[in-house]
């Protein structure tokens, strides 16, 4: 598992590397529309923009897999994004959404999807990066198949918090912790990046599954993009422009309610914990696991 962990990390470090980076755009469109708020980075026609730009759909074959990135930058923000994943055997596929800075010290944060044979299920990774470390994962079964309907995935970035949901849900919390000497991506603005691409040397039972390319192209697609978000530009934030334009979601933590959901999906759905993974830190959990505020 350490090395499969491992292995997904390096993944999502490659997908960052194909991306084509640009200067980060302070624009203000219409929210959901793919041809204003997104553009195709890379795998040329695997890539589409449909439906007036209300849905996009990124394809892979044998030859290449896709990828889109959003025109603006953001320093905190609520962001959703509805998916529909590879249907069938998408086993060695991998479909990422995430947001990364630039740069060898960047902070990432990542929903991964591995593939997986017909039937079985597919595991929703997490991970986050700060300073160009990451080693955070941890892994989740779904509680539906993300395969037949959209699903709407989020994150929420503030200052006090990272929270990953799923359909309003939230599966994983990290709490800001730089008192006690945990970095914190508080600092550098982020671009949303999401692609799809072949990883069957790890993605599926650590590599023992490989994808069946008789079943190409496989195609995930994406619709209702939401960012309530503080876009930045020229170092400057547009929350801290238009103070009276911000929302609860920039000081929102769990609530009772929201922390029950969590510990019930972490009971019930974990499949994978780097808190727990004594093989891969045998002189103890990192500090952050060890703070009684974080799950």
Known sequence: MAAHVAAASMGSRTVLLLSVFASCLALAYAAGNFYQEFHIAWGGSRAKILDNGGLLTLSLDRASGSGFQSENCYLFGKIDMQLKLVPGNSAGTVTAYYLSSQG???????????????????????????????????QFYLWFDPTTNFHTYSFLWNAQT??????????????????????????????????????????????????????????????????????????????????????????????????????????????????????RFPQGPPLECTAATTS
């Open 104 to 138: 060898s010290v960047h902070d990432e944060i990542d929903f991964e999807f591995l593939g997986n044979l017909s039937g079985e299920p597919y595991i929703l990774h997490t991970n986050i990066f700060t300073q160009g470390k990451g080693n955070r994962e941890q």
């Open 162 to 279: 990272i929270i990953f949901s799923v359909d309003g849900t939230p599966i994983r919390e990290f709490m800001n912790l730089e008192s006690i000497g945990v970095p914190f991506p508080n600092k550098q603005a982020m671009r949303i990046y999401s692609s799809i691409w072949n990883a069957d040397d790890w993605a599926t039972r650590g590599g023992r599954v490989k994808t069946d390319w008789t079943k190409a192209p496989f195609t995930a697609s994406f619709r209702s993009f939401n960012a309530n978000a503080c876009i930045w530009s020229a170092g400057k934030s547009s929350c801290a422009a238009s103070p009276s334009q911000t929302k609860a979601w920039l000081t929102q933590t769990l609530d009772s309610s929201s922390r029950y959901k969590l510990r019930w999906v972490q009971k019930k759905y974990m499949v994978y914990n780097y808190c727990t993974d004594v093989s």
